[in-house]
T-cell receptor, first 109, second 111 residues
């Protein structure tokens, strides 16, 4: 069974700092990996999707990388802002979808 | 374009009662999914439907049934609710190997 782990569980940074969130998975037989954002009491919003054949994807201040062979992905957020405060989840698609438990990010003004 | 909609938003049930959670999408996606989200457990897949007319079990299907009514609608039924089914339920839709889009969720409490 696929296991998806996100470390750290919580992170607090001052505004303007660059930061990296980590996601690891145990089974490299995946079709893609997706990063989501979840605000308190809300649904999930897709941020970036990386196909298994890709190494990275970028959207604005966000950059996600994928190393399938080592079972790792990172989400890089540049010049963090208070509006980035949320929980960030990664999910892998293999025979099913498996989610990590998320990293709760707080950006302090 | 409403995306993925879910009803109801909130529900309180007594143990043993039944209910159906409704989900609809207007993005012409083939695949639809039901998840539950519990503190410290992340999201776990309950059931999914890869296309109209098909459904498959996910990671935690016990105590639930689903119906893919048509391409737009995918419902989740709790026949006899238990306190362990207290959770936030999310419906999602997508196309294989592409992004999933989530609904706003249903907060269910079983007393």
């Amino acid at each position: 069974k696929q296991e998806v782990t996100q470390i750290p569980a919580a992170l607090s940074v001052p505004e303007g700092e660059n930061l990296v969130l980590n996601c690891s998975f145990t089974d490299s037989a995946i079709y893609n990996l997706q990063w989501f954002r979840q605000d308190p009491g809300k649904g999930l919003t897709s941020l970036l999707l990386i196909q298994s054949s890709q190494r990275e994807q970028t959207s604005g201040r966000l950059n996600a990388s994928l190393d399938k062979s080592s079972g790792r992905s990172t989400l890089y957020i540049a010049a963090s802002q208070p509006g980035d405060s949320a929980t960030y989840l990664c999910a892998v698609e293999g025979n099913q979808f498996y989610f990590g438990t998320g990293t709760s990010l707080t950006v302090i003004p | 374009n409403a995306g993925v909609t879910q009803t109801p938003k909130f529900q309180v049930l007594k143990t043993g009662q039944s209910m159906t959670l409704q989900c609809a999408q207007d993005m012409n996606h083939n695949s639809m999914y039901w998840y539950r989200q519990d503190p410290g457990m992340g999201l776990r897949l309950i059931y999914y439907s890869a296309s109209e007319g098909t459904t498959d079990k996910g990671e935690v299907p016990n105590g639930y049934n689903v119906s893919r009514l048509n391409k737009r609608e995918f419902s989740l039924r709790l026949e006899s609710a238990a306190p362990s089914q207290t959770s936030v339920y999310f419906c999602a839709s997508g196309t294989f190997s592409y992004e999933q889009y989530f609904g706003p969720g249903t907060r269910l409490t079983v007393t």
